[in-house]
């Protein structure tokens, strides 16, 4: 300590730690609810301007309340809110999975790379260019840990868009890409962090000459500290809530997927049932009760080749060729009881 006034002197590095651990310590622990003014959340958490943007939120929206303002601009408010409670608390308990929008959070990651990938990254990129002198040999080295990062936030960000986003979009659609899941997706998001740790150690021990260099050295560090931030903070949206959110969808479509296939092998099993033989249902009862055609065969006192001719009737009337759509056949079209068959 040093001086009359007690001043500490203190690295920027140790200023810039202090304050991350500031600005993430200040979380505001408020549960925002749909009846809350708009413009509370953001006198509360000026840093959610950005996430508004994302979710095409237009300022200008008076005091109404997160539900009008949602409701106004197209926006799921259940999926607003579980995502802005999440950013600002860590709240992830959500009372539905399934009642999340699945089109407003896709909306709202596609508006989020373009902001990094639109503005952000190139914006800090020439506040770079603008502090350093590009003749000297470790502002080059910190341009191009900057530039790699960059890359690796783009490569990551052109995967999704490339790949998962269209997947999404295609169970949206209730016709899901095949030989894909989202459990197959495979995060990065860990990826970039040594090489920004580097840049921002050597950022902060480089100290340019003059005091404006170094004003606008430091203002420079301080977006990528608020760019890490958001960086981190999209990541575990997406891990937290779009990802379960994806697989709530799946489940759901793959339940459909099936009912869809049973009504329609219902609906067109009744239509076939007056086509059938009254020796092909027998057939088909026997099979059902597991028979196999020589038992079949003395069971109705016919042959075996007659029995081989009438499976293969009842498989091109039915277009069923397996001991399981048989039995949902014969269930549903009242051939044999439920409890009768072995399951």
Same mark, same amino acid.
């Given at each position: 300590?040093?001086?009359?006034?007690?001043? %500490?002197?203190?690295?920027?590095?140790?200023?810039?730690t *202090?304050? %991350?651990?500031?600005v993430? $310590?200040?979380?505001?622990?408020?549960?925002?609810?749909?009846?809350?003014?708009?413009?509370?959340?953001?006198?509360?958490n000026?840093?959610?301007?950005?996430? #508004?943007?994302?979710?095409?939120i237009?300022l200008?929206?008076g005091?109404?309340? %997160?539900?009008?303002v949602?409701?106004?601009?197209? !926006? +799921?408010?259940? =999926?607003?809110?579980a995502?802005?409670?999440?950013?600002?608390n860590?709240? &992830?308990?959500?009372?539905?999975?399934?009642?999340?929008?699945?089109?407003?959070?896709?909306q709202?990651?596609?508006?989020?790379?373009?902001?990094?990938l639109?503005?952000?990254?190139?914006?800090?990129?020439?506040?770079? %260019?603008?502090?350093l002198?590009?003749?000297?040999? #470790?502002?080059?080295?910190?341009?191009?840990l900057y530039?790699?990062?960059?890359?690796?936030?783009t490569?990551?960000?052109?995967?999704?868009?490339?790949?998962?986003?269209p997947? !999404?979009?295609s169970l949206? $659609?209730?016709?899901? *890409?095949?030989?894909?899941a989202? +459990?197959?997706?495979?995060?990065h998001?860990?990826q970039?962090?040594?090489?920004?740790?580097?840049?921002?150690?050597?950022?902060i021990?480089?100290?340019p000459g003059? /005091?404006?260099?170094?004003n606008?050295?430091s203002?420079t560090l301080? +977006?990528?500290?608020n760019?890490?931030?958001?960086?981190?903070l999209?990541?575990? !949206?997406?891990d937290?809530?779009?990802?379960?959110?994806?697989?709530? #969808?799946?489940?759901? /479509?793959?339940?459909?997927?099936v009912?869809a296939?049973i009504?329609?092998?219902? $609906?067109?099993?009744q239509?076939?049932?007056?086509?059938?033989?009254?020796?092909?249902?027998?057939v088909?009862?026997?099979?059902?009760? $597991?028979?196999?055609?020589?038992?079949?065969?003395?069971?109705?006192?016919?042959? !075996?080749?007659t029995?081989? =001719?009438?499976?293969?009737?009842?498989? &091109?009337? #039915?277009?069923?060729?397996?001991?399981?759509?048989?039995t949902?056949?014969?269930?549903v079209n009242?051939l044999?009881?439920?409890s009768?068959?072995?399951?």
């Amino acid at each position: 300590m040093f001086g009359f006034y007690g001043k %500490v002197f203190v690295s920027l590095y140790d200023i810039c730690t *202090l304050q %991350v651990i500031i600005v993430r $310590g200040m979380k505001n622990q408020k549960m925002y609810e749909a009846g809350d003014k708009m413009i509370s959340l953001i006198r509360d958490n000026y840093n959610l301007l950005q996430c #508004l943007g994302s979710f095409g939120i237009s300022l200008g929206f008076g005091d109404k309340t %997160v539900k009008q303002v949602c409701e106004d601009q197209g !926006v +799921d408010t259940y =999926t607003f809110l579980a995502v802005v409670n999440f950013m600002i608390n860590g709240y &992830r308990e959500m009372d539905d999975v399934s009642r999340l929008s699945v089109a407003t959070l896709l909306q709202y990651l596609k508006a989020s790379h373009n902001y990094f990938l639109g503005f952000q990254l190139p914006f800090i990129r020439k506040e770079l %260019v603008d502090a350093l002198d590009e003749n000297d040999n #470790l502002a080059r080295l910190i341009l191009k840990l900057y530039d790699e990062y960059s890359r690796a936030v783009t490569q990551h960000m052109r995967y999704e868009e490339k790949t998962v986003f269209p997947y !999404v979009e295609s169970l949206i $659609g209730g016709k899901p *890409l095949a030989n894909y899941a989202i +459990d197959m997706y495979s995060k990065h998001h860990g990826q970039e962090s040594s090489k920004l740790r580097e840049l921002k150690s050597i950022i902060i021990k480089y100290f340019p000459g003059d /005091s404006l260099r170094n004003n606008q050295l430091s203002a420079t560090l301080y +977006d990528i500290y608020n760019n890490e931030e958001w960086l981190a903070l999209h990541a575990e !949206v997406e891990d937290n809530i779009f990802i379960p959110a994806i697989r709530s #969808l799946e489940e759901r /479509s793959r339940q459909s997927d099936v009912s869809a296939k049973i009504s329609n092998m219902i $609906g067109r099993n009744q239509e076939g049932t007056d086509a059938l033989g009254e020796r092909e249902k027998d057939v088909i009862v026997a099979l059902v009760q $597991g028979m196999s055609n020589k038992e079949i065969a003395e069971h109705l006192c016919i042959s !075996v080749n007659t029995v081989i =001719t009438h499976r293969r009737n009842i498989a &091109r009337k #039915l277009q069923i060729h397996s001991a399981a759509g048989l039995t949902i056949y014969a269930i549903v079209n009242n051939l044999i009881d439920i409890s009768a068959v072995k399951l």
